[in-house]
């Protein structure tokens, strides 16, 4: 099952998808769609998986594009499908037929496009990109490209909700350090010194002060729609060895 975003979908020359965890091979706590490199699962596996994705753009599978994501600011520019998957969390292009993916389990999936220019981006949000600039980073990066700031149209995917993620006070407090109004993503928890946080929300906020032309969430919680989508923290609440990851994808159609 594949979900679409109608702001991207109204975009000429642009093809995107928000796979789920539905319509792949995987196995057990994998099933079934994995399209997870860094997995524990069946390499052959997440190979096929991909396959399919690649496929839904019309594409052989070298063409989806993967990056080893390590909660960076960092962005790759992909002209041509690369040998080593770069250490980035975004990545751009403006070159036909090279689908940009980005694999999340809980952490923002964004997906970017200036239909008119031919550029388009991912980014993978999870909170420390967030915070230390990863979207931004994916703005300026796209213009680079030729891309026109007022233009570009983001969406977020899913991603976990403001009632599934609780956190620390110290994770409270660098937000509110950095930034006082901050406080307004979070929300009292059941426990004493705990907080919710509503990362989605602080998503769009950040990419609306960037000044693009539009920015929304698609409003799915990776934690609590367990048929659709993966998610760390549910995993991690149920110890669980590993989890799949989703991946969300766009290109220019050639």
């Known amino acids: 099952m594949v979900i679409e975003a ?45 396959r399919r994705m690649a496929a839904r753009f019309g594409l052989p599978p070298e063409r989806l594009l993967g990056i080893h994501q390590v909660h960076s600011p960092d962005v790759a520019v992909a002209v041509a499908p690369w040998p080593e998957r ?40 999870g909170w420390r990109g967030a915070f230390t600039g990863v979207l931004e980073a994916t703005v300026a990066a796209m213009e680079g490209l030729g891309a026109r700031r007022e233009q570009i149209v983001a969406v977020l995917g899913p991603t976990i909700g403001p009632t599934a993620y609780e956190v620390g006070p110290e994770f409270v407090a660098r937000f509110i350090e950095a930034e006082p109004a901050n406080e307004a993503f979070f929300a009292p928890s059941a426990r004493t010194g705990h907080a919710m946080f509503d990362l989605p929300s602080y998503i769009v906020m950040r990419l609306g002060r960037a000044g693009i032309g539009h920015a929304e969430s698609l409003g799915l919680c990776t934690y609590g729609d367990e048929a659709r989508f993966y998610s760390y923290r549910r995993t991690t609440h149920r110890s669980e060895p590993d989890y799949g990851r989703l991946i969300s994808a766009i290109c220019i159609k050639g």
Do not use: Y
């Not at 975004?90 to 809980?106: F, I, K, M, N, Q």
């Open 86 to 125: 770069p250490k980035v969390d975004a990545v751009v292009t403006r070159v036909p037929d090279l689908a940009l993916g980005v694999a999340s389990a809980d952490c923002g999936p964004v997906l970017f496009a200036d239909g008119g220019a031919g550029v388009v981006g991912a980014a993978h949000a």
């Open 6 to 50: 109608e702001r991207l979908k109204q975009l000429p020359g642009v093809a995107h998808a928000f796979f789920t965890r539905q319509g792949g091979v995987s196995e057990g706590i994998f099933a079934s769609l994995n399209g997870g490199l860094g997995s524990d699962d069946e390499a052959a596996a997440v190979m096929e998986n991909r």
